[in-house]
């Protein structure tokens, strides 16, 4: 049973690498419309010659030049032509290491036996996934779909007009398909497919599909691919609704220390997050908070949801601050002016802390446009109070 799954694995693989073309029948002349000669007997029916699925108009796709690669490159006959044909293997899989690595993992899944050819067919699996995923997730809302994004199923061929309603649905379907797939990858660690979703956000911010990516992404960055961390996770953030930070942020804790563990020192952004939202929420220790908030950060370098948090935590400390100098302040601030000595030590933090909370701020909206709403309402009154 393996044997077949494996195969049907290969041929769904080798299937997707090659343009729908590919497969069309091939067009030949019907043996009924066939004319006959003068004595009754059918004149040989002329074939319409088979067409070729690569438009030589173009270049070849990556994937066949990859195959024709390594196939110069097995079948070199001396040394110089196999340096040559090895040269030109190396720097198109420089070049799309993705794709070559789904060709490596398809050719190990038919090599290997047992557990290790399950592993390099699901290695495969994911590769071509993702990338079916990504060409259709980054493709705009008035652009038609690519062509190759029929296979894997992620959109079903219709005979209606590209024009028609039902295409547009199945459009919409293939797009709603595409981010999940690429959600469900982005959970289990693949970078590629968390890039595919934070492209989804920018590119498509302001219609369905930006706020679609948006949430899925906010799911995958609150849930780790271990059942124990959810779990510590899930029994913190009861306690912390129970207003019980102290067991809130051990919990929160532990989740992190079993993250690192298992994902050998990488920890998970989350749990720093929530250690930093109950250090500055429930506990009142902003500067351990933003420690955590900053571990976090390591730990998800693209995560726009903890830039924002960073940002308000530094923004509202330099608000406390302001208030904390009293009403003196922009009076010794003036007289340092007008003395030719520079503003006092307590004015310059403040700009610091201001100046590093916006630098967080236009982070996260440079990847997701749609919280410059949510920006310019927590900047508005610190603004206005500067005024």
């Known amino acids: 049973m393996r044997v077949y799954t494996l195969l049907a694995l290969s041929c769904t693989t080798s299937r997707a690498l090659l343009p729908p073309s590919s497969f069309a029948p091939a067009q030949r002349a019907s043996p009924l419309q066939s004319k006959k000669n003068d004595n009754g007997r059918p004149e040989k029916r002329e074939e319409v010659p088979i067409q070729s699925s690569v438009n030589p108009a173009g270049p070849l796709p990556v994937e066949i030049q990859l195959r024709i690669a390594k196939e110069r490159y097995r079948t070199a006959a001396d040394g110089s032509k196999k340096n040559d044909a090895e040269l030109e293997l190396s720097k198109l899989e420089l070049a799309h290491p993705e794709l070559a690595l789904m060709q490596v993992a398809s050719e190990r899944a038919r090599t290997e036996k047992g557990f290790e050819s399950w592993r390099w067919g699901k290695m495969a699996e994911e590769v071509q996934r993702v990338s079916s995923a990504l060409k259709i997730a980054a493709v705009p809302l008035d652009a038609t779909l690519p062509s190759d994004a029929h296979t894997g199923g992620l959109l079903p061929r219709t005979a209606d007009d590209a024009s028609s309603k039902a295409a547009k649905q199945a459009e919409a379907r293939s797009r709603s398909h595409a981010l999940s797939e690429l959600q469900y990858w982005a959970l289990r660690g693949n970078r590629r497919a968390e890039a595919g979703l934070l492209l989804a956000v920018?590119?498509?911010?302001?219609?369905?599909?930006?706020?679609?990516?948006?949430?899925?992404?906010?799911?995958?960055?609150?849930?780790?691919?271990?059942?124990?961390?959810?779990?510590?996770?899930?029994?913190?953030?009861?306690?912390?609704?129970?207003?019980?930070?102290?067991?809130?942020?051990?919990?929160?804790?532990?989740?992190?220390?079993?993250?690192?563990?298992?994902?050998?020192?990488?920890?998970?952004?989350?749990?720093?997050?929530?250690?930093?939202?109950?250090?500055?929420?429930?506990?009142?220790?902003?500067?351990?908070?933003?420690?955590?908030?900053?571990?976090?950060?390591?730990?998800?370098?693209?995560?726009?949801?903890?830039?924002?948090?960073?940002?308000?935590?530094?923004?509202?400390?330099?608000?406390?601050?302001?208030?904390?100098?009293?009403?003196?302040?922009?009076?010794?601030?003036?007289?340092?002016?007008?003395?030719?000595?520079?503003?006092?030590?307590?004015?310059?933090?403040?700009?610091?802390?201001?100046?590093?909370?916006?630098?967080?701020?236009?982070?996260?909206?440079?990847?997701?446009?749609?919280?410059?709403?949510?920006?310019?309402?927590?900047?508005?009154?610190?603004?206005?109070?500067?005024?």
């Open 202 to 387: 920018s590119r498509h911010a302001g219609n369905w599909v930006g706020e679609a990516a948006d949430q899925l992404l906010r799911q995958a960055w609150g849930v780790h691919a271990d059942a124990s961390v959810n779990a510590m996770m899930q029994r913190a953030c009861d306690a912390l609704k129970k207003k019980d930070a102290e067991r809130a942020l051990e919990g929160f804790a532990a989740a992190a220390g079993r993250s690192r563990d298992i994902d050998e020192g990488k920890g998970f952004a989350d749990a720093h997050r929530w250690i930093g939202i109950t250090l500055d929420k429930a506990l009142g220790d902003d500067v351990n908070a933003q420690a955590a908030f900053e571990e976090a950060l390591d730990a998800s370098p693209h995560n726009y949801v903890v830039m924002m948090d960073l940002g308000k935590l530094l923004l509202n400390r330099a608000a406390r601050e302001k208030a904390a100098a009293g009403p003196d302040k922009d009076a010794r601030t003036i007289a340092a002016w007008l003395g030719g000595a520079p503003s006092p030590a307590a004015d310059a933090a403040e700009e610091k802390l201001e100046k590093r909370a916006r630098l967080y701020f236009e982070r996260a909206t440079s990847l997701n446009p749609a919280l410059a709403t949510d920006v310019r309402a927590v900047l508005a009154p610190a603004e206005s109070f500067a005024e």
